[in-house]
């Protein structure tokens, strides 16, 4: 049952090994060493086995490494460095791999099984003890299966509300009972007769500030993203670029083309007509055009195809996805598996360098922080203050974030604790504004699904692998530290953000191209009042799947018209849209399942 719940995952080849203590089963999407990579491998001398999820793209340079001290190669694949790399540094190899993983290394001599994820969690690891034994797997489906009982009676309520009102899930939850993750950036070591998983972390974001200045920012983002993108091009099998003909995707053809002498197939998706031109494909279609690039433009058809598709967009995710376009990204990649496996797409930009519309005003609140921070040394002195003039910025946070969740039920100190542990790693990561906190929490929480859900379970759905270049830890690391008035400019233009790629890329382009507003993939399926209408249709249809996993689906109900009533005056993306979408889209992924 295990196998056939992963079994999307990977449809070139199917593997397992098990001793008297150890079963692991695996599937394969042949990318690298397609002949001699097969799973779970064993070491050479037969004491560890791998079973590994993802791609290393730095692992010739690890495996040219392992070589000059005498380790001997039986395959070109990743799967082998990883192994063999564990076998010579421990659980410092982790510190080595640039790259998307979740693994297991079993020691047959110690009895004790090695677990790591990669550093932001782009690929799953999902872990449960049922009966006293230890079951994981890249699917939480697979270890629902594990009981008698249906998912729905699995459900935890406290993260499912917690999933309804930020749009994810954060750290190691999952929407079940009993079911874990293990947290992005972390390993973990599992011996015989351990009754919790102990996590170390291993990476995590710092936003301690650079002085650097915009020139040497120019170069370092130059050779970051120019290494990230070469690395990631590695493949026994063809590559194509997702391809909006923005910035970020922009940015990587022209690395691609005039830097690495690489024209993969570009695709762009969306829809295009008379009466609703996409600026997508006008944009793509022009610099395709300078460029050279091979580019194909897919027309979807969301009015017919975004509704009734979603059942089948879903039908492999085993958590719930807050991204109604995750339709016409299943269509995308559907389109794209005829003509290459692997996909090179622009993820991640936005989060790190400010890429949406609103994140000039972050920058506003920033320099009223500075003001207020500037005040607060003298705010003992006088009583009866707003609490903006006496609460720290993280406690601010917290209050805000729990003030969000549904007041006076039974989960308050579920959520509390929850909030807590994030506000514990915005310390960590050193967040000090609103700028750097709207990154953090876009990155690892709120934007979850875009960054890294969609992209792993849509794509190997439709077997074909994505990678993101900008998600390099290197380039978070460097985007990071980078100081906020490179990233907006100025806080009261909305073309001043994301400043120091639009910099960048302009070199490259021109001004026209590099300072158009954000449109993005897909960006002329309109969310107005036809697609409200829609939604609203298909919501009479499922709101009995909310009840059945323990939400009112009447106070849903009336949440959404309350959206709706507003998009018919015209106000497209109000304060009850994220929450009509959170609700339809959780109904929509209950009926899937």
Same mark, same amino acid.
């Given at each position: 049952?295990?196998?056939?719940?992963?079994?999307?995952?990977?449809? #070139?080849?199917?593997?397992?090994?098990?001793?008297?203590?150890?079963?692991?089963?695996?599937?394969?999407?042949?990318?690298? #060493?397609?002949?001699?990579?097969?799973?779970?491998?064993?070491?050479?001398?037969?004491?560890?086995?791998?079973?590994?999820?993802?791609?290393?793209?730095?692992?010739?340079?690890?495996?040219?490494?392992?070589?000059?001290?005498?380790?001997?190669?039986?395959?070109?694949?990743?799967?082998?460095?990883?192994? /063999?790399?564990?076998?010579?540094?421990?659980?410092?190899?982790?510190?080595?791999?640039?790259?998307?993983?979740?693994?297991?290394?079993?020691?047959?001599?110690?009895?004790?099984?090695?677990?790591?994820?990669?550093?932001?969690?782009?690929?799953?690891?999902?872990?449960?003890?049922?009966?006293?034994?230890?079951?994981?797997?890249?699917?939480?489906?697979?270890?629902?299966?594990?009981?008698?009982?249906?998912?729905?009676?699995?459900?935890?309520?406290?993260?499912?509300?917690?999933?309804?009102?930020?749009?994810?899930?954060?750290?190691?939850?999952?929407?079940?009972?009993?079911?874990?993750?293990?947290?992005?950036?972390?390993?973990?070591?599992?011996?015989?007769?351990?009754?919790?998983?102990?996590?170390?972390?291993?990476?995590?974001?710092?936003?301690?500030?650079?002085?650097?200045?915009?020139?040497?920012?120019?170069?370092?983002?130059?050779?970051?993203?120019?290494?990230?993108?070469?690395?990631?091009?590695?493949?026994?099998?063809?590559?194509?670029?997702?391809?909006?003909?923005?910035?970020?995707?922009?940015?990587?053809?022209?690395?691609?083309?005039?830097?690495?002498?690489?024209?993969?197939?570009?695709?762009?998706?969306?829809?295009?007509?008379?009466?609703?031109?996409?600026?997508?494909?006008?944009?793509?279609?022009?610099?395709?055009?300078?460029?050279?690039?091979?580019?194909?433009?897919?027309?979807?058809?969301?009015? #017919?195809?975004?509704?009734?598709?979603?059942?089948?967009?879903?039908?492999?995710?085993?958590?719930?996805?807050?991204?109604?376009?995750?339709?016409?990204?299943?269509?995308?990649?559907?389109?794209?598996?005829?003509?290459?496996?692997?996909?090179?797409?622009?993820?991640?930009?936005?989060?790190?360098?400010?890429?949406?519309?609103?994140?000039?005003?972050?920058?506003?609140?920033?320099?009223?922080?500075?003001?207020?921070?500037?005040?607060?040394?003298?705010?003992?002195?006088?009583?009866?203050?707003?609490?903006?003039?006496?609460?720290?910025?993280?406690?601010?946070?917290?209050?805000?974030?729990?003030?969000?969740?549904?007041?006076?039920?039974?989960?308050?100190?579920?959520?509390?604790?929850?909030?807590?542990?994030?506000?514990?790693?915005?310390?960590?990561?050193?967040?000090? /504004?609103?700028?750097?906190?709207?990154?953090?929490?876009?990155?690892?929480?709120?934007?979850?699904?875009?960054?890294?859900?969609?992209?792993?379970?849509?794509?190997?759905?439709?077997?074909?692998?994505?990678?993101?270049?900008?998600?390099?830890?290197?380039?978070?690391?460097?985007?990071?530290?980078?100081?906020?008035?490179?990233?907006?400019?100025?806080?009261?233009?909305?073309?001043?953000?994301?400043?120091?790629?639009?910099?960048?890329?302009?070199?490259?382009?021109?001004?026209?191209?590099?300072?158009?507003?954000?449109?993005?993939?897909?960006?002329?399926?309109?969310?107005?009042?036809?697609?409200?209408?829609?939604?609203?249709?298909?919501?009479?249809?499922?709101?009995?799947?909310? #009840?059945?996993?323990?939400?009112?689906?009447?106070?849903?109900?009336?949440?959404?018209?309350?959206?709706? /009533?507003?998009?018919?005056?015209?106000?497209?993306?109000?304060?009850?849209?994220?929450?009509?979408?959170?609700?339809?889209?959780?109904?929509?992924?209950?009926?899937?399942?």
């Amino acid at each position: 049952m295990m196998h056939a719940d992963i079994a999307y995952r990977g449809r #070139d080849a199917q593997g397992q090994w098990q001793d008297n203590q150890c079963a692991l089963l695996h599937t394969r999407l042949s990318i690298l #060493d397609i002949g001699g990579g097969d799973q779970p491998m064993p070491s050479n001398d037969g004491r560890y086995v791998i079973c590994y999820n993802g791609e290393v793209f730095n692992y010739i340079e690890i495996q040219d490494e392992l070589k000059k001290q005498g380790v001997i190669f039986k395959t070109e694949s990743d799967t082998e460095v990883i192994l /063999n790399g564990f076998i010579h540094y421990g659980a410092d190899i982790v510190q080595k791999l640039n790259g998307m993983f979740a693994f297991v290394i079993w020691d047959k001599r110690e009895k004790s099984l090695f677990i790591a994820r990669d550093h932001l969690g782009k690929k799953p690891f999902y872990y449960r003890y049922y009966k006293g034994d230890f079951y994981f797997s890249s699917t939480t489906k697979s270890l629902c299966n594990l009981t008698n009982e249906t998912f729905q009676d699995q459900i935890n309520i406290a993260h499912t509300n917690l999933f309804r009102t930020f749009g994810g899930l954060y750290g190691d939850m999952t929407m079940f009972n009993d079911i874990y993750a293990l947290k992005p950036g972390h390993h973990a070591v599992l011996k015989p007769g351990d009754k919790k998983l102990l996590q170390t972390r291993y990476w995590h974001m710092d936003f301690t500030k650079s002085t650097i200045t915009k020139q040497d920012a120019l170069s370092q983002y130059d050779q970051i993203l120019t290494q990230a993108t070469k690395i990631r091009l590695r493949s026994d099998v063809p590559l194509a670029l997702t391809f909006s003909g923005g910035v970020d995707s922009g940015t990587l053809a022209v690395i691609c083309v005039n830097k690495l002498g690489i024209n993969p197939n570009s695709f762009t998706i969306d829809y295009h007509d008379e009466g609703s031109e996409s600026p997508d494909k006008i944009r793509s279609d022009e610099l395709a055009g300078t460029l050279g690039l091979n580019h194909r433009y897919i027309q979807y058809d969301y009015m #017919d195809h975004i509704f009734s598709d979603i059942s089948r967009s879903l039908k492999h995710y085993d958590q719930p996805c807050n991204q109604l376009p995750v339709t016409y990204l299943h269509y995308l990649y559907k389109s794209i598996k005829p003509h290459a496996t692997v996909a090179i797409c622009g993820n991640g930009a936005d989060e790190l360098f400010t890429g949406y519309r609103s994140d000039y005003q972050k920058r506003r609140n920033d320099i009223a922080l500075q003001i207020i921070n500037g005040i607060r040394p003298i705010t003992q002195f006088i009583p009866k203050l707003p609490t903006i003039f006496t609460q720290s910025f993280h406690n601010t946070a917290k209050s805000k974030m729990m003030a969000k969740l549904p007041q006076s039920d039974i989960y308050g100190d579920v959520y509390e604790a929850v909030i807590d542990g994030f506000i514990n790693d915005l310390v960590d990561a050193n967040v000090q /504004n609103y700028t750097d906190f709207n990154t953090y929490y876009s990155l690892m929480w709120g934007a979850n699904d875009p960054n890294f859900r969609m992209p792993d379970i849509t794509g190997m759905d439709n077997q074909v692998e994505v990678r993101s270049p900008f998600l390099d830890h290197t380039m978070v690391e460097f985007a990071c530290a980078l100081p906020n008035h490179l990233k907006v400019s100025s806080p009261w233009i909305k073309k001043d953000t994301k400043y120091l790629p639009k910099q960048y890329y302009e070199g490259h382009v021109g001004r026209e191209l590099a300072q158009t507003l954000k449109h993005g993939m897909g960006s002329n399926i309109a969310f107005d009042k036809r697609l409200a209408q829609m939604m609203e249709v298909e919501f009479n249809t499922s709101y009995g799947a909310l #009840d059945m996993i323990g939400i009112n689906a009447a106070h849903a109900k009336s949440k959404f018209q309350n959206y709706k /009533n507003e998009v018919d005056k015209g106000n497209d993306f109000n304060i009850h849209a994220a929450e009509a979408f959170s609700n339809f889209m959780l109904a929509k992924w209950a009926l899937a399942q």
